[in-house]
């Protein structure tokens, strides 16, 4: 399914959320779509189940996943109700991307141009204006 860098700095977890985050984001995985198991996903990827755990419980708090007590983890609808307070993260965070790429030299055509490009697919224009 993918891989982990066990060499990185990034902790495991966080490598796993972001990488399901991604698969979810992409539409790997469906909403309403039944993840891996814990077990089965520590098995395939060698880590410890609590690893696993842990990434599920952080995908849930940030809205991606949910749990069904004996069933496991599903992928959350995204139902276009927008979370203002993660909306104000993520535009914060981007803004500090924004201006380190100033910062590097990028051109703002080409990040415009990103942008473009990354919200054809995802259907990105059902929130503009």
């Not at 966080?14 to 520590?42: G, M, W």
């Not at 535009?91 to 990103?114: H, M, R, T, W």
Request: proline fraction near 5%; glycine fraction near 6%; charged fraction near 30%.
């Amino acid at each position: 399914m993918f891989e982990l860098d066990l060499r990185s700095r990034k902790p495991i977890y966080e490598q796993l959320v972001d990488k399901l985050k991604e698969l979810i984001i992409n539409e790997v995985f469906k909403p309403d779509e039944q993840l891996p198991s814990v077990r089965a996903l520590a098995q395939d990827l060698t880590i410890n189940p609590n690893t696993i755990q842990k990434a599920y419980r952080e995908l849930e708090n940030q809205g991606f996943i949910y749990s069904l007590k004996g069933k496991g983890n599903f992928v959350s609808q995204n139902n276009g109700v927008m979370d203002t307070q993660k909306i104000d993260l993520v535009l914060n965070e981007l803004e500090k991307l924004i201006q380190e790429a100033f910062y590097l030299g990028v051109k703002p055509s080409d990040l415009i141009a990103v942008i473009e490009k990354l919200k054809a697919p995802k259907g990105g224009d059902e929130y503009y204006d």
